[in-house]
């Protein structure tokens, strides 16, 4: 199952990715990419930043390597938590 989900999200972000101009055409400018990003393209390169972060979600689900990410990207917090002897 989570092939397919990861198809359709790698989908979604090539799609992302590729058409960022027609995306900035139908769903206008984004204020905070405008902003921070006015030098280097604003919302086209925003939309882009969106496509490849959708990208590497979808590899990670599609390779099923999300729960092991997610587990490395929020150990920091999470380390306090685990004890080595559970009462």
Do not use: C, D
Not at 3 to 19: A, D, E, N, Q, Y
Not at 30 to 35: D, T
């Amino acid at each position: 199952m989570h092939f397919i989900i990861g198809i359709i999200i790698l989908t979604l972000g090539f799609l992302t990715v590729s058409k960022s101009e027609w995306l900035l055409n139908n769903f206008g400018r984004i204020n905070f990419f405008e902003q921070h990003l006015s030098m280097s393209g604003g919302s086209r390169l925003g939309y882009k930043l969106l496509g490849i972060i959708i990208l590497f979600v979808g590899f990670l689900v599609f390779t099923n390597m999300i729960g092991g990410f997610l587990e490395w990207a929020t150990y920091p917090l999470t380390k306090y938590n685990k004890s080595v002897n559970p009462i």
